[in-house]
């Protein structure tokens, strides 16, 4: 694939106003309106919290990663021979890309302490149903390496998957994206203006210009290699 200027320079521009427009505070009353939105719902709606510190759980975590395996799978087992194993680079790509941005992200100068820390009056799960080990606070909350794995997953599909499949993912990866939200670990913000702006410069990188396309090809290359050796081997 060839340069696509104006694609790259779009998800820039994006990426960057995302960013900027929250690290110069134009996001805090909305963050402060959906985590107060969502906090008091913990103890004026019955099960609630129950239901928020269950989706919490790290296990949850583990099984939604299965499923998002699963998803890949299946569309996988619908193309070529070829197209699978150039699939399967693709994927790997886009998990050390999700690596880096998650030490990008880490790297970044910026602290900020989830919203349950920040207000000492702010109802906790993990209070409320003792009983779940549910993640609800966390002292470096920007960006969210939750929402990076989730926005980085849901590129992939944008960019690779046949536009009837993002008509049925999007939603779901924006509702499993929100668990952390809803217990209070981290704002709004920390995905939409935290961990999107990353995935966007990864997308403007890897599906803008010729790299992803050069990476692909000689990753297939050499695996098809090995599986041509091993075949005659065998």
Not at 105 to 134: C, F, M, Q, W, Y
Not at 139 to 151: R, T, V
Not at 216 to 225: A, I, K, P, T, Y
Request: proline residues 4%.
């Amino acid at each position: 694939m060839a340069w696509d200027f104006k694609g790259f320079g779009i998800l820039h521009g994006l990426a960057f106003l995302l960013f900027f427009s929250w690290f110069y505070g134009y996001w805090q009353a909305l963050d402060e309106g959906v985590f107060w939105f969502f906090n008091d719902l913990l103890t004026r709606v019955p099960g609630w919290a129950e239901g928020v510190a269950f989706i919490n759980q790290r296990w949850i975590d583990g099984a939604v990663a299965l499923l998002m395996m699963l998803f890949v799978f299946r569309f996988a087992w619908l193309l070529s021979w070829v197209e699978r194993v150039r699939l399967l680079c693709l994927l790997l790509i886009m998990a050390g890309a999700f690596s880096i941005q998650a030490a990008v992200g880490k790297a970044l100068p910026i602290e900020r302490a989830s919203p349950t820390l920040s207000h000492e009056n702010a109802a906790r799960v993990s209070l409320l149903v003792p009983d779940i080990k549910a993640k609800d606070a966390s002292g470096d909350a920007f960006p969210s390496d939750h929402g990076i794995g989730f926005a980085t997953f849901l590129l992939f599909i944008c960019y690779r998957f046949p536009r009837r499949y993002l008509y049925a993912v999007m939603p779901l990866v924006l509702m499993l994206a929100m668990p952390r939200m809803l217990s209070g670990a981290h704002w709004f913000t920390d995905f939409f203006c935290g961990s999107v702006p990353l995935a966007l410069l990864t997308g403007a990188w890897l599906f803008h210009t010729p790299l992803s396309g050069r990476l692909v090809n000689m990753m297939s290359g050499l695996v098809m290699r090995i599986l041509i050796r091993l075949n005659r081997l065998g």
